[in-house]
């Protein structure tokens, strides 16, 4: 999910390319002190990544674990992702433009890669993927790219288990 974040009450702009567009993370820390007799010390801190080149940018501690609500962050979704996205693959011929379908329907960043790799990356960490994501034209695809669907199929039956992520039914038709 694309958001747009401001900070102190001024717009995050990307310092390389100044888009305003951002994927966000929640990162919590645990560090350990040896001036502080090795105490963990739990921080949550945002990353932002932006969503035309890539950019990152990390703020420093934002808060205890326990009360993230004192930051003075405003971060406001853009888009909301529709509950179920249905992406028509039988008519694709080659790798490429699978992926750039792909790229198109779950909304990945412009620096996606393009890669079954990259491919993992976008969905456990750059968008939100919808409650049902429906591929029509499977048995198409299995037909003209079977190493590529079952890399797919593969990654998404994974994604499910990955504890971190919201779950996504995924159908094959």
Not at 85 to 105: A, G, Q, R, T
């Amino acid at each position: 999910m694309l958001y747009e974040v401001r900070i102190w009450g001024k717009d995050l702009k990307c310092d390389v390319c100044f888009e305003n567009q951002w994927f966000k993370s929640t990162l919590k820390t645990e560090l350990v002190s040896e001036e502080n007799g090795w105490e963990y010390n739990k921080e949550v801190r945002y990353m932002f990544e932006c969503k035309k080149c890539g950019n990152c940018r990390i703020f420093g501690k934002v808060s205890n674990e326990d009360n993230i609500e004192d930051v003075k962050i405003t971060i406001s979704p853009i888009l909301e992702v529709p509950p179920i996205i249905s992406i028509d693959v039988s008519n694709i011929k080659k790798s490429k433009e699978l992926h750039l379908l792909l790229k198109e329907k779950l909304e990945f960043p412009d620096f996606y890669g393009e890669n079954w790799d990259a491919f993992w990356d976008a969905i456990t960490g750059l968008v939100e993927l919808p409650d049902k994501l429906e591929f029509i034209g499977w048995a198409k695809l299995q037909k003209k790219l079977p190493r590529d669907a079952t890399i797919m199929k593969k990654c998404l039956v994974d994604y499910n288990k990955e504890s971190y992520v919201k779950k996504c039914e995924f159908i094959f038709n």
